[in-house]
């Protein structure tokens, strides 16, 4: 055993030193504190840089794994076991990305505690990587567990005038989940006598009727993160009190903890449940859509209708997944990175608004163009992402996701993806009439037409989101090349159990 | 008998004696320099410690088998004196601040830390009848020890009412065993219930009533009733070290008698002790919520880590669950220790001299005003719910290990779901710490703060490296008795 760490460790924690050195940094100096978090995310994204450069694109199995044993409980080995594939690279990397930016938006917005405002949101970096490169369960669930923390603090206190009520019922419905998630875990652990992921999936033979009740409840702890219909309430809440940052990661990072939960736990452990639960996934997945895209229309505030928006786009990665096709796992994955750049966009441009005028709601704007016109353009790129205008990358995933829902054996029906082709207008409808009220029209208020454009650290903030809007939208190729291989591992296995349930 | 005898019950020969010599000594020592007996006490408990580690590890039964001396009872009484050097520790200013400070205070904790020790290594019914009393008569003086505070008088009247009450069932309970098998000796009854020469009636309702009489002194539903009003009129510093060590004291027998002697008879309190552990789960926390005063609160949340400790006995009627239970159990109670003394650490420091600060609302802005500690707090409260990664997620964890391994898939359902429930009021603290504005009034002592600083660090330490202290569990042995 060597004890000099792997990248992924680095990767991890290295938000952590940032943690301690702000910790002996006096409160008073603001900018100081804000420049040392900015400087250990970035590094942490260098970092996260090296670990692509050094990731293999053809190999499907996980990769840079460091493995080594934490403490024995009982006869059940846990184990200190990361490790990084084509499920886990992009969503790794869009957390390392989104980090940064999120703080550097912060740089004005709060001003009140800025020193541990800052340590709870690297902590929260710590739990959010740790979630996507655990390979063992217990450590994932202390990962996943973990991130309640910060968030809970970062909603608490730096955010609206409800934020007590929203905060606490952003941990107590997400404990809710995660404590039936904790018996399956417990379960698997003292019957297979072990933790880690691979060794589970490779192990295999859960009987088909204890794979439906694990199943349920590990859907349970994921789809109220996701979070998935009827089990969402909590989202608008969370979404609206949050501080922008706090938004921003909450929809670009820990929303897709569930959906990628369902992607490392479900599919490949429960694989014939899987398969047997795909229609009803679908079904509240496509149900989500609909309401989701239906009720952010009828918002009057934008971050409100921005946050309704995300339960309709994280019903198209559920529907991708439970494609079980490579087209709409891949789709999915592709979908969940897309809607972090997107969504993680439109909480920055809901927060700059609001910074400037202390309001949300869509009656007091109109003609905005006029007189923020960088800040225009940039929403006018981010609205149309978002819609899935082709050439933008919201496209490339939910076309995907479409195809393969259309032709999956497993959902059984292209009813499905009907359905859900209509929350892509539906989506078209409510962005636009989002952006007419905002931007377009007369500029008839007196307090709008003092507003100031955005500065050089703004742009700053949403031109990087903006590159990879593009990007994704015109090139794909590079991300789906590192996804496919380990979702074809995936689509293997399933079909294997495919065969074993039909 | 011989001095190997004796040399097995040295813990409690030294704290016991100590005591002694000290209620002479401290008449000699000036009543405003407490400090010194204080100092001596810690110089007992020391030294009581040693005589423990020296012989770690060594399995021997004295006293013709009334003294056992193994794993279980050496691990115990390092918890126990454990627990007596932090309470000492809190209860020093603290006393001088309320203005209660007395030199018996230090010589009636090691009276009742004797009983506790005692109880670790009962091998006898008598025995352990005996421990429960040393343990309890010294700390219904401590409950009264704010005398003449009418809170402090009346919680200590509560709790002595009731406690005679329970001993009553207690020593009930071991006639109608000493019935049955013939044997107050655990390892007797073992061989009595094998050989069936025993009266399974007598023995149902005598272990029943055994359960009755240490329900109530580890404060489980339904004998739970005294709790909160006992622990919030006795003094703080009392109140810290009964909700630990009492209960404690109460849990080596339960699991002593239960698990060790009476595995026979599973049958018959294996449903008991589930119902009992289900109740007071789901009482506690749902009491817990409504409470406004932190000591009441903290009443209410030290039953219901009660009911959850009372989980290992359902699971250790299952024969190969039983010595992980136990180790779940053990490693639960040092999760429980160090969390709990910790929070009352910080109650104790938030307490004002006439005794008010006492509600959660007196929390608000301590964020602000003092971040350490309510970050230590904040740490406390989240052990107590179970959020990784302090020890309290990885206690529970491993006690809902032992319970779904013994199949008791829905008392493990229990045990989340009443989690759930307390996530929301120990939240509540943190909210008011961090999320309301006020100016609270707090202390600063260098061995109360100590505490507190000690008790946090545990909290997290063990919680990222639970493996060093699973280590030493592992080691400990209950089930001699099945030899």
Do not use: C
């Amino acid at each position: 055993m060597n004890l000099s760490f792997s990248i992924l460790s680095w990767v991890t924690f290295t938000p952590v030193l940032g943690v301690l050195v702000l910790l002996f940094l006096p409160k008073d100096r603001r900018n100081l504190l804000r420049w040392v978090a900015v400087l250990t995310s970035m590094v942490a994204f260098g970092l996260s840089l090296v670990m692509l450069a050094q990731f293999d694109q053809t190999n499907a199995s996980l990769q840079m794994v460091e493995r080594l044993p934490w403490f024995q409980l009982a006869g059940m080995q846990i184990e200190y076991f990361l490790g990084v594939d084509g499920l886990s690279v992009l969503l790794v990397l869009l957390t390392t990305f989104l980090t940064p930016i999120s703080i550097i938006s912060t740089w004005s917005a709060v001003e009140e505690r800025v020193k541990e405002f800052l340590i709870f949101f690297l902590l929260l970096e710590v739990g959010m990587v740790g979630v996507f490169l655990s390979q063992d369960i217990f450590l994932f669930y202390i990962f996943w567990e973990f991130t309640l923390v910060p968030m809970y603090f970062l909603i608490g206190i730096w955010g609206g005038p409800r934020r007590v009520y929203a905060a606490i019922k952003f941990f107590l419905y997400t404990m809710a989940g995660s404590i039936l998630m904790l018996l399956a875990i417990l379960w698997l652990g003292i019957t297979f006598e072990s933790f880690s992921v691979p060794d589970l999936i490779a192990q295999g033979g859960i009987p088909g009727s204890v794979q439906t009740w694990l199943f349920l409840a590990f859907a349970a702890a994921f789809a109220i993160k996701v979070p998935m219909w009827p089990l969402h309430s909590w989202l608008p809440d969370a979404h609206v009190e949050a501080p922008t940052a706090g938004s921003v990661i909450l929809a670009g990072v820990l929303l897709k903890m569930g959906t990628y939960g369902f992607l490392r736990f479900n599919l490949p452990l429960f694989p014939e449940a899987s398969i047997r639960f795909a229609p009803w996934m679908a079904l509240l997945a496509v149900i989500g859509i609909i309401y989701g895209a239906a009720v952010a229309y009828a918002q009057k505030d934008v971050k409100m209708l921005v946050a309704y928006s995300s339960v309709s786009h994280l019903g198209f990665v559920v529907l991708g997944l439970f494609a079980l096709n490579p087209l709409g796992i891949q789709g999915g994955i592709l979908q969940m990175i897309n809607h972090g750049l997107s969504t993680g966009a439109l909480f920055l441009i809901v927060g700059m608004i609001y910074e400037r005028r202390h309001t949300r709601e869509m009656d007091d704007f109109g003609g905005l163009w006029k007189v923020m016109p960088i800040y225009g353009a940039l929403t006018l790129i981010v609205t149309l992402s978002s819609m899935g205008l082709p050439g933008l990358n919201g496209f490339v995933g939910e076309f995907s996701i479409l195809l393969g829902a259309f032709g999956s054996e497993a959902i059984g029906s292209p009813i499905y993806a009907g359905i859900a082709a209509a929350g892509v207008i539906m989506a078209a409808i409510y962005m636009l009439y989002m952006f007419q009220k905002l931007f377009l029209g007369p500029l008839d208020k007196d307090e709008n037409k003092v507003v100031k454009d955005i500065n050089l650290r703004e742009i700053l903030t949403l031109v990087p989101l903006v590159v990879f809007i593009f990007w994704i939208g015109l090139y794909p190729k590079p991300f789906f090349n590192l996804i496919g291989p380990s979702v074809d591992k995936l689509v293997a296995l399933l079909q294997a159990a495919s065969v074993a349930v039909h | 008998m011989d001095w190997q005898d004796f040399l097995s019950v040295l813990p409690f020969i030294i704290v016991a004696g100590w005591a002694t010599i000290l209620l002479l000594v401290d008449l000699w020592i000036p009543a405003n320099r407490k400090g010194i007996t204080a100092g001596l006490a810690v110089l007992g408990l020391i030294a009581a410690i040693a005589a423990v580690i020296s012989r770690f590890g060594i399995e021997r039964e004295a006293f013709d088998g009334m003294i056992i001396v193994d794993g279980f009872s050496s691990f115990l009484q390092l918890l126990f004196l454990g627990v007596g050097l932090i309470a000492i520790a809190q209860a020093y200013d603290y006393l001088r601040r309320r203005d209660i400070e007395r030199g018996e205070y230090y010589i009636l904790l090691l009276y009742s830390l004797s009983g506790m020790l005692l109880m670790a290594s009962a091998g006898d019914l008598i025995v352990v009848f005996l421990a429960v009393e040393l343990l309890s008569i010294p700390l219904y003086v401590l409950a009264a020890f704010a005398i003449p505070q009418a809170d402090s008088e009346e919680s200590a009247l509560k709790y002595f009412l009731l406690g005679a009450f329970a001993s009553g069932f207690l020593v009930y309970g071991i006639a109608l065993v000493y019935g049955s098998t013939g044997t107050t000796a655990l390892s007797g009854m073992v061989a009595a219930i094998a050989s069936a020469e025993t009266t399974p009636v007598l023995l149902f309702i005598g272990s029943g009533m055994i359960l009755v009489g240490l329900g109530f002194k580890v404060a489980a539903v339904p004998f739970h009733m005294w709790t909160p009003d006992v622990y919030q009129g006795a003094p703080t510093s009392v109140t810290s070290f009964m909700s630990v060590g009492a209960k404690a004291g109460g849990f080596a027998a339960l699991l002593r008698i239960f698990i060790s002697a009476l595995p026979g008879a599973a049958v018959m309190w294996m449903p008991l002790t589930m119902w009992i552990a289900a109740l007071t789960m789901a009482w506690g926390n749902i009491a817990a919520i409504s409470q406004t005063n932190i000591k009441r609160m903290l009443a209410y949340s030290s039953i219901a880590h009660a009911g959850y400790i009372f989980m290992a006995l359902p699971a250790a009627a299952t024969p190969e669950v039983a010595p992980e239970a136990v180790r779940a159990a053990l490693f639960y109670l040092v999760t429980y220790a160090i969390t709990n003394l910790g929070a009352w650490g910080v109650v104790l420091a938030m307490e004002k001299a006439e005794g008010s600060g006492l509600t959660i609302e007196d929390y608000s802005g301590l964020g602000k005003k003092r971040p350490a500690l309510a970050l230590a707090m904040a740490l406390f409260m989240l052990s107590l719910t179970g959020v990784p990664p302090t020890v309290g997620f990885m206690g529970k964890f491993y006690l809902f290990r032992a319970v779904i391994d013994a199949n008791l898939i829905w008392l493990a359902l229990v045990g989340v779901v009443t989690s759930l429930i307390s996530a929301y009021y120990y939240l509540r603290v943190i909210v008011v710490m961090y999320m309301r504005d006020g100016e609270p009034e707090v202390r600063s002592e260098a061995l109360l703060n100590s505490t507190i600083i000690l008790t946090a660090f545990g909290t997290f330490f063990f919680g990222i490296l639970p493996g060093l202290l699973i280590k030493m569990i592992n080691q400990v042995g209950l089930l001699d008795l099945l030899r």
